[in-house]
């Protein structure tokens, strides 16, 4: 007699087998990958750092712009002074003060921002400047001597400007310590001529005096044979403009 049999049974996988199913299909994909998924909480723990260090570096490039624009600007022929405000607007200081006027030459003896520099620093500036022609650049005056009236302005201007004076004293010196006050100072335009005194100044006995302005030159006699001091931080370093 022949035994019939019911049909086969389907076997159902279990939890178990469904998960060791997939392992191999996962085991597949990381080969091809080269890595393993990560899973969301993991992607947003790396993503975090990575966000973080952008603002970050967005901030610092920021910074460096504004800096650099700031130095382009008092370096621009006839642009505006370290305050930011042009000299002698709404009846300001005049020319008669050191206020500059357009485009003023080193060779300008008939300004007085010029005139009335001193002498020994002026002739170490034209000479320079005819060396420099030589090489296709042109120096500008963007500031040379002032009035006190004209660095008061300048003064006050800066404390608007920075919002205290501490903090403008690191631009603007007051009128009884300033170099440009006595003569002895001279600010130098464009960025080009500027990098070509900071290049061959000391051949000059001109010297950079203050690292956060690259414009502003006086005269250290010995620079040509000694090298140049290193500059000052800012004017707030510079012992010779402390009073008392």
């Known amino acids: 007699m022949t035994t019939r049999t019911g049909p086969a049974a389907t076997p159902v996988p279990t939890p178990g087998a469904r998960t060791a199913a997939a392992a191999p299909a ?20 790396t993503l975090r750092p990575r966000i973080v260090s952008a603002v970050l570096l967005a901030i610092a490039l920021l910074g460096a712009a504004t800096f650099a624009l700031t130095c382009l ?3 621009a022929p006839g642009g505006p002074s370290r305050s930011g405000l042009l000299p002698g607007d709404g009846g300001r200081a005049g020319v008669e003060d050191g206020a ?6 080193v060779f300008d003896e008939d300004v007085p921002a010029v005139a009335k520099l001193d002498p020994d620093l002026r002739a170490a500036v034209q000479e320079a400047a005819r060396d420099a022609e030589e090489d296709g650049i042109v120096f500008v005056v963007n500031s040379g001597w002032r009035s006190p009236r004209y660095q008061e302005q300048l003064l006050e201007d800066a404390i608007a400007e920075h919002g205290s004076r501490e903090e403008a ?4 010196a007051t009128p009884e310590t300033s170099s440009h ?5 001279i600010d130098i335009g464009s960025y080009d001529a500027a990098q070509w005194l900071m290049d061959h100044g ?23 044979r000694d090298g140049c001091p290193a500059p000052y931080r800012d004017p707030t370093q510079d012992p010779r403009l402390q009073v008392g």
């Open 169 to 172: 004293a690191r631009w603007v």
């Open 26 to 45: 996962r085991t597949a994909r990381s080969a091809r990958t080269g890595r393993f998924a990560r899973t969301g909480s993991s992607a947003r723990r």
């Open 100 to 105: 500059i006027r357009g485009e003023v030459s």
């Open 202 to 224: 000391e051949r000059y006995d001109l010297c950079q005096t203050y690292e956060n302005e690259t414009w502003h030159y006086e005269l250290r006699l010995g620079a040509s």
């Open 181 to 185: 006050v006595s003569g002895e100072a």
């Open 73 to 75: 600007l008092a370096l």
